[in-house]
C-alpha cells in the first residue's frame, strides 16, 4: 500500500542525509590534516591563474607573479617557486599563461573570495597568505565531495547503508 510506497522516498533522505554526513566527517578530517599551503610549482601556477582572474579579470599572469614566494601568516618570506621557468609561457600576445587548463583556478575562485573575507576579518595576517591558504581548502572540500558521491553511488547499486558507510570510509581514509 501507501506505506511502500513511501519507503523509498524515505531511504533516499536517509541516504541524503548520511551522504552529507560522510562529506562532513572527511571536510573536517581533510581540513584538520590539511598543511594550509601550496606546496608545489602545479599549485602556484593554478593559484596564481585564480588571483590574475579574480583581482584583474583576465587569465594571464602579470610578469611581476611569476616568483611567488611561499609566506608565513604575517607575511615573511620563505623560498620564491619559480612559477615562470616551469608553468608559464609566453602566449602570441607576449603575456605569461599558465601551461594547465582553467578548471581548478576557477573551481578555486569561491574560495578566493573567502579568503579576501578572512583578510577582513584577521587584519594582522597578510592577505596574500589567507587568500592562498582559502584557495589550498579546494582539495579537501573537493575530496570529501567524492567520499559523499561514492557513499550515494554505492547506495544506488542496492548495496546496504552500512556496506555502503564502509565502501566511503575505505576510500577516503
Same mark, same amino acid.
Given at each position: 500500500?501507501?506505506?511502500?510506497a513511501?519507503?523509498?522516498?524515505?531511504?533516499?533522505?536517509?541516504?541524503?542525509?548520511?551522504?552529507?554526513?560522510?562529506?562532513?566527517?572527511?571536510?573536517?578530517?581533510?581540513l584538520?590534516?590539511?598543511?594550509?599551503r601550496?606546496?608545489n610549482?602545479?599549485?602556484e601556477a593554478?593559484f596564481?591563474v585564480?588571483?590574475?582572474?579574480?583581482?584583474?579579470?583576465?587569465?594571464?599572469?602579470?610578469?611581476?607573479?611569476?616568483l611567488?614566494?611561499?609566506?608565513?601568516?604575517?607575511?615573511?618570506?620563505?623560498?620564491?617557486?619559480?612559477?615562470?621557468?616551469?608553468?608559464?609561457?609566453?602566449?602570441?600576445?607576449?603575456?605569461?599563461?599558465?601551461?594547465?587548463?582553467?578548471?581548478?583556478?576557477?573551481?578555486?575562485?569561491?574560495?578566493?573570495?573567502a579568503?579576501?573575507?578572512?583578510?577582513?576579518?584577521?587584519?594582522?595576517?597578510?592577505?596574500? !597568505?589567507?587568500t592562498r =591558504? *582559502?584557495?589550498? #581548502?579546494l582539495?579537501?572540500?573537493? @575530496?570529501?565531495?567524492?567520499? &559523499? !558521491?561514492?557513499?550515494? =553511488? *554505492?547506495?544506488s #547499486?542496492?548495496?546496504?547503508?552500512? @556496506?555502503?558507510?564502509?565502501? &566511503?570510509?575505505?576510500?577516503g581514509?
Amino acid at each position: 500500500g501507501m506505506n511502500s510506497a513511501m519507503r523509498p522516498a524515505a531511504r533516499d533522505i536517509s541516504s541524503r542525509r548520511l551522504a552529507l554526513e560522510v562529506f562532513l566527517f572527511f571536510l573536517f578530517l581533510y581540513l584538520l590534516t590539511a598543511s594550509g599551503r601550496i606546496g608545489n610549482r602545479d599549485g602556484e601556477a593554478m593559484f596564481q591563474v585564480t588571483r590574475s582572474m579574480v583581482e584583474r579579470g583576465r587569465f594571464d599572469v602579470p610578469s611581476e607573479s611569476v616568483l611567488a614566494a611561499s609566506v608565513g601568516p604575517r607575511g615573511a618570506e620563505g623560498d620564491s617557486l619559480s612559477f615562470a621557468t616551469e608553468t608559464a609561457s609566453r602566449g602570441v600576445d607576449g603575456n605569461l599563461y599558465a601551461v594547465y587548463g582553467l578548471g581548478q583556478s576557477l573551481a578555486s575562485v569561491p574560495f578566493y573570495y573567502a579568503g579576501r573575507l578572512m583578510a577582513v576579518a584577521l587584519p594582522e595576517v597578510s592577505p596574500f !597568505f589567507t587568500t592562498r =591558504f *582559502a584557495v589550498v #581548502l579546494l582539495n579537501p572540500a573537493v @575530496s570529501a565531495l567524492t567520499c &559523499a !558521491f561514492l557513499f550515494l =553511488f *554505492a547506495r544506488s #547499486l542496492g548495496l546496504a547503508g552500512r @556496506s555502503s558507510m564502509v565502501v &566511503a570510509l575505505v576510500y577516503g581514509a
